[in-house]
């Protein structure tokens, strides 16, 4: 189906520019659509797009290259790709890889990076870091579309309609079905609706008014970092600048986190309130959507609501009336980079470049988009800021605890008999998250996605809020019956893989980091190897240019202090091993002198302490 | 009177708007570094200069100064995790100093003496560089390349030619030369862009003159990085 020749490169490139514009900025919305039509982005499309958006072919080659799902070669006509976080694999989905493999004639197995492609050109398959179904896995996105519960089924359907051509559209519509699977509603959730009363209160009462109901509510950023927002917005209104921007970050790329893909889908219309509110207290006349690519199937819904707001005057120009209140929002779609959840890097995205972490200060906030002031919030912090202006700012102070206002949002996965989304006060203690969800037995809880911290249960009775357990809402609970090694491996292989690779720590740090895990996993490693972990995640933690980098490492000192055993069970008695085995390393000498005696060979020792010749 | 802060125990005026490494510069106190390089904009990728304030650590070369800033730079702790950043950037590429035509003049080995770095220490990643020799007077050696993006940066923002770009991602992330071929041969780039004078490794050399001094009374064979400075004050001397 992409792979049709009806329309040429160029053409289509052409096309593109006339309906989207030239704008060096676009650069990668064009990609992004050349992608798609063509699964990879032929020569001929980066020489147009070089020569028509004033960007060196160099430039357009090293953003394909570093997004993951941009290709300089073709991929399958379907192009399939396995959610491969922790949660999808602890439902099975490797054996569901293997299996889809074979059933569409493919040896060997997809690894990040590397993707399985079919001579035929009809299909490839390959991993995705967390596609954001954590709580309705396995999940895989089939060119770009999202297919849930995956089971050996629905896998067998799939290699059918794969190998009988059929087109997407024509597939079964439950196969694209994507639960909200809402378990718990507080102050945020309760009530879906708008009357756009939030729109209302700013324009009759002045902007001054809503900045100060977000003020006295306490609100924090809920992306994690937890910014007080009142003072972003107030930061921002008063840099100095030509133009103002407001972006909403939907890129929610933290393994095990899901719930602005339900935010984005239900409550749409709040969030959008939200940035139009806060556009009105800044003084922005533009604003962008940043959606991750795995929510490319919530595009149109996102677009129809846009359409709606416009047409009820809630965008646009002159917003409900008021003269002078011009307004609207672009989407921007990503394409398979975690790092462009951090401000910096999205906003380098947006304007079509890598998404590499700029240098701070200056902040986004004075200089952000196109280097003017800029609000960058997460999809949470805008519904929360809609309902703020609606309801007041004790209204929402009402709830949580003394440093963290209101309510969290959170994304429940993992070893639990009800996955999904639960909405808390701040200072609710993780025992009360596991006993809803129907977790039994639990070993461990990670909190905060692969960035945040490995919990043990002596650390249950600790609470989600800003001054004891920060969360950007990932919350994936694993029981007695899991190696928590195999989840380090994973986070480990993830940080290696989605490192930008600016700085060296984090780039070189977190390569090492990994192969030092698999090296343990392997049944190779000695203490030696885990104060090297331990040295390694410091200097990462240190001396990373940007949160990636610190963070990375937390799961792996986390697991070593609270987990040793997962560690220590594995490691060969020896305190040091190498990496590499010595006797092997010689079989090229043996070879060309000829000579396998057993003088010939190195003396190995065994792991019961007796040595033999190999 | 002007504003001061404290690097390791001595007082250092500065400037509003100079970071910690411009007054060091300034000031004729060395701060070990990288990518940085006073001709062009402030980078913090190498994070060789990190340095100490109050127990967090910053890059000398993008922290603004500030009075009574007091910093740390030659803590064992901090020489520490410099030595592991140099170390991480010796086994991610390609380096071989005893035979590499920039040893005694390249800024990475030097540095890698100022911190006291004597081994590689960690597993080597052995990648596949190829040697590009297309240039009838420039050779770009990939395997000695730290992505430090000086030549990026001199190429763009000094030549008006944007010659190099930084490619793909992690360890994956490698230079790429902007001609249809990828080789610098077709590319713009000439043996007098101020990007052909600016890396601190081997990776950017002039063909036909290595070796015209002998190692061992290069420039770093002589006196240690932290009295002479970077290399490229020294060009003349040393190529």
């Not at chain 1, 999205?346 to 200060?361: H, Q, Y």
């Not at chain 1, 809609?386 to 605890?401: H, K, S």
Request: net charge negative; with cysteine; charged share 25%.
């Amino acid at each position: 189906m992409n792979a049709s020749t009806a329309v040429t490169v160029e053409g289509f490139v052409t096309e593109s520019l006339a309906t989207h514009g030239r704008d060096p900025r676009h650069l990668l919305q064009h990609l992004i659509r050349v992608q798609q039509r063509f699964s990879y982005v032929p020569d001929a499309a980066v020489e147009a797009l070089s020569a028509a958006l004033d960007v060196t072919r160099t430039q357009v080659r090293a953003a394909i290259a570093f997004y993951a799902f941009l290709h300089n070669r073709p991929r399958g006509a379907f192009e399939i790709r396995f959610s491969d976080n922790i949660t999808d694999r602890m439902l099975g989905s490797r054996r569901l890889i293997r299996l889809l493999v074979e059933r569409l004639g493919l040896t060997g197995l997809p690894a990040w990076g590397h993707d399985l492609i079919r001579d035929d050109g009809r299909v490839s398959i390959g991993l995705a870091s967390c596609t954001g179904m954590c709580d309705q896995g396995p999940a895989l996105l089939v060119n770009g579309y999202a297919v849930t519960h995956l089971d050996a089924q629905r896998v067998d359907r799939i290699a059918d309609l794969v190998q009988e051509g059929i087109l997407l559209e024509r597939w079964p519509g439950e196969f694209f079905r994507v639960g909200n699977n809402i378990r718990r509603r507080g102050l945020l959730l309760g009530n879906p609706a708008t009357d756009s009363a939030a729109l209302h209160r700013l324009v009759d009462e002045g902007a001054d008014v809503a900045l100060a109901e977000v003020e006295r509510s306490g609100l924090r950023g809920r992306g994690g970092a937890g910014f007080t927002t009142a003072l972003k917005w107030r930061f921002c209104r008063e840099a100095p600048g030509t133009e103002r921007y407001v972006v909403c970050n939907a890129d929610e790329g933290e393994p095990g986190t899901f719930k602005d893909r339900v935010l984005l889908t239900d409550y749409a219309d709040l969030v959008i309130e939200g940035m139009t509110v806060c556009a009105g207290v800044i003084g922005a006349r533009r604003g962008f959507l940043y959606l991750r690519g795995e929510y490319r199937y919530l595009l149109p819904h996102l677009e129809s609501v846009l359409q709606r707001r416009r047409a009820e005057g809630l965008l646009g120009m002159s917003i409900l009336g008021a003269d002078g209140f011009d307004f609207d929002i672009e989407i921007h779609l990503g394409a398979g980079a975690y790092i462009c959840g951090e401000e910096s890097a999205l906003i380098e995205s947006l304007e079509g470049k890598r998404g590499v972490t700029r240098k701070r200060p200056p902040f986004p906030v004075t200089s952000g988009f196109d280097d003017q002031p800029t609000v960058v919030n997460n999809v949470e912090t805008f519904l929360a800021a809609a309902r703020v202006v609606r309801w007041g700012g004790y209204w929402f102070r009402g709830e949580g605890t003394d440093q963290s206002a209101g309510s969290k949002i959170l994304s429940v996965s993992g070893d639990c008999a009800r996955p999904g989304i639960y909405e808390y006060p701040f200072g609710t203690p993780v025992h009360r998250v596991l006993s809803d969800c129907g977790a039994e037995n639990t070993q461990a809880v990670q909190i905060s996605g692969a960035a945040g911290a490995t919990l043990s249960p002596a650390d249950f009775d600790r609470i989600i809020a800003f001054e004891d357990l920060p969360t950007a809402g990932s919350f994936m609970v694993f029981d007695d019956s899991r190696d928590l090694l195999d989840m380090v491996r994973n986070f480990a292989a993830f940080f290696a893989h989605e490192s930008c690779g600016f700085c060296t720590p984090c780039r070189v740090g977190g390569a090492l980091l990994r192969n030092l895990i698999e090296k343990v996993a392997a049944g190779q490693g000695s203490e030696y190897d885990l104060s090297e972990m331990r040295r390694i995640g410091a200097v990462m933690r240190q001396a990373s240019y940007c949160g990636l980098g610190h963070t990375a490492p937390n799961h792996v000192l986390n697991t070593l202090d609270k987990f040793p055993q997962i560690y220590r069970r594995r490691l060969a008695r020896a305190s040091h091993t190498p990496s590499f085995d010595l006797d092997a390393a010689l079989s090229e000498a043996r070879a060309l002198t000829g000579r396998d005696d057993v003088g010939a060979h190195i003396r190995v020792q065994m792991p019961d302490g007796s040595e033999v010749s190999a | 009177m002007s504003k001061t802060f404290t690097l390791d125990g001595r007082e250092i005026p500065f400037e509003t708007g100079q970071t910690i490494m411009d007054a060091a510069l300034a000031a004729a106190v060395y701060i070990p570094h990288l990518c940085h390089n006073p001709e062009f904009a402030p980078h913090g990728s190498c994070r060789v200069c990190v340095v100490d304030i109050g127990g967090r650590q910053v890059s000398a070369c993008t922290a603004a100064a500030s009075e009574g800033l007091v910093v740390d730079s030659s803590s064992e702790a901090i020489q520490a995790t410099r030595r592991a950043i140099l170390q991480m950037l010796f086994v991610e590429g390609n380096h071989v100093c005893p035979a590499c035509e920039k040893s005694g003049a390249c800024q990475l080995q030097a540095v890698a003496y100022y911190t006291g770095m004597l081994a590689p220490h960690f597993t080597h990643f052995f990648p596949r560089r190829p040697v590009d020799a297309s240039h009838p007077d420039v050779i770009i050696d990939f395997n000695r390349c730290i992505l430090c993006e000086l030549c990026v940066r001199a190429s763009r923002d000094h030549d008006g030619k944007r010659v190099f770009a930084i490619s793909g991602r992690g360890l994956e992330s490698h230079l790429v030369i902007d001609s249809p071929s990828g080789l610098l041969g077709d590319s713009s780039f000439a043996a007098g862009d101020k990007a052909a004078h600016v890396c601190p490794t081997g990776a950017i050399l002039p063909k036909g003159r290595g070796y015209e001094t002998p190692i061992g009374e290069r420039l770093y064979d002589r006196e240690p990085i932290s009295i002479v400075g970077d290399v490229r004050a020294h060009e003349e001397e040393v190529v």
